[in-house]
């Protein structure tokens, strides 16, 4: 039984790329969110998806920042044009169709670095 | 946005010592989550609290959720190494949102 998937679990970009962090929820999971964790800071909440709709993008920035969750395939955050700033690990989680915030599991996060 | 925080923000004792970390806010929370994280990985959901003055244990973990559901704590007895790690506290801000807030987290060391 998978847990959550992404990957890469590692990501490597120069200023100005572009960066795909992919995540495969946990199966039976239809609900998709994702925190970005900055060094010495908690994970922050960037976006609330379910499949073919986002349900809450308050914590994405406004800029270069998009998600999606098709119905076929992964969840997919791209970041456009990235900074040194956006050096992060970004964190995937999943819930059942509940969509219980307390039952969401998480996956092992993408490390991205910014040259 | 509530906030959560955690204190201590680092904690480094020998084996078989008991601590106790805390997780405080002025906001209720609906519900309270603790997770593990180590080096390298996601958090791992240790346990779910829902109702004020709430216990739950895990082995030789106990939490604690407040009576007000504004506050909680994890106690470990008889630290292991095994138990080094970040330990997250998250609440559930409700009123419709699924969106967790997270605490900076209290990173614990326990010497062999």
């Known amino acids: 039984n998978a847990g959550v998937m992404q990957n890469p679990r590692h990501l490597v970009r120069r200023r100005g790329q572009e960066a795909r962090l992919r995540c495969s929820p946990m199966k039976g999971h239809s609900h998709v969110y994702w925190y970005r964790q900055l060094p010495e800071e908690g994970l922050k909440f960037m976006v609330y998806?379910?499949?073919?709709?986002?349900?809450?993008e308050s914590g994405m920035p406004k800029e270069r920042f998009s998600a999606e969750f098709p119905k076929e395939g992964p969840s997919i955050l791209r970041i456009q044009q990235v900074v040194r700033g956006d050096s992060a690990a970004y964190f995937c989680?999943?819930?059942?169709?509940?969509?219980?915030?307390?039952?969401?599991?998480f996956g092992p996060g993408t490390r991205l670095t910014v040259l | 946005t509530q906030l959560l925080e955690q204190s201590p923000q680092f904690l480094s004792i020998q084996e078989g010592e008991n601590l106790t970390v805390y997780c405080n806010s002025s906001?209720?929370?609906?519900?309270l989550q603790w997770y593990r994280q180590e080096p390298g990985e996601g958090p791992v959901l240790l346990v779910t609290?829902?109702?004020?003055?709430e216990v739950k244990k895990l082995k030789r973990l106990t939490f604690q959720f407040g009576d007000a559901r504004k506050d909680s704590s994890l106690h470990i007895t008889a630290a292991q190494p095994g138990d080094t790690g970040l330990y997250l506290c998250?609440?559930?801000?409700?009123?419709?949102?699924?969106?967790?807030?997270f605490g900076k987290g209290t990173k614990l060391t326990v010497n062999p």
């Open positions: 906001s209720v929370f609906s519900s």
């Open positions: 998806l379910q499949k073919e709709n986002i349900i809450d």
């Open positions: 998250a609440g559930e801000e409700g009123g419709g949102s699924e969106k967790l807030v």
């Open positions: 609290v829902v109702t004020g003055g």
């Open positions: 989680a999943s819930s059942p169709p509940s969509g219980r915030a307390d039952t969401q599991y």
